[in-house]
């Protein structure tokens, strides 16, 4: 059974730091390409950042760059990737959801997904 699973959301005060972490199983997901989406209520699930395969490349949204970190590991028994996120501000608040399939900043790029975990950044 395929599953994506988030874990690490929570409640921060702005300029707080916050890590997410995803765990992938249920097939071989150690050659797909992982990210990262949040979305607020009212509001487009907007793109935050991806990790290609390899680990090598990543890219982020504008509005993150420089305050998130995208990581992975590719362990025996699952995929697990990572968020860092520092220097959270309000406008960051959403719920964040990982994806996992092709290397792409959008959401139609990607066949599976978790749930997700809320992310609520206080002023």
């Known amino acids: 059974q395929v599953r994506l699973v988030e874990s690490g959301g929570g409640l921060v005060q702005a300029g707080g730091s916050l890590s997410l972490s995803c765990a992938a199983s249920?097939?071989?997901?150690?050659?797909?390409?992982m990210a990262w989406f949040r979305q607020d209520p009212g509001k487009e699930r907007e793109f935050v950042a991806r990790?290609?395969?390899?680990?090598?490349?990543?890219?982020?949204a504008d509005s993150v760059k420089g305050r998130f970190t995208i990581s992975r590991d590719n362990a025996k028994d699952a995929v697990y990737h990572y968020l860092h996120m520092s220097s959270l501000k309000p406008e960051d608040t959403a719920v964040y959801r990982c994806?996992?399939?092709?290397?792409?900043?959008?959401?139609?790029?990607?066949?599976?997904w978790g749930p997700g975990t809320q992310v609520t950044v206080s002023a």
């Open positions: 994806a996992a399939g092709t290397y792409s900043a959008d959401a139609s790029g990607y066949k599976y």
């Open positions: 249920g097939r071989t997901f150690s050659n797909y390409a």
């Open positions: 990790i290609d395969w390899t680990g090598n490349n990543t890219a982020y």
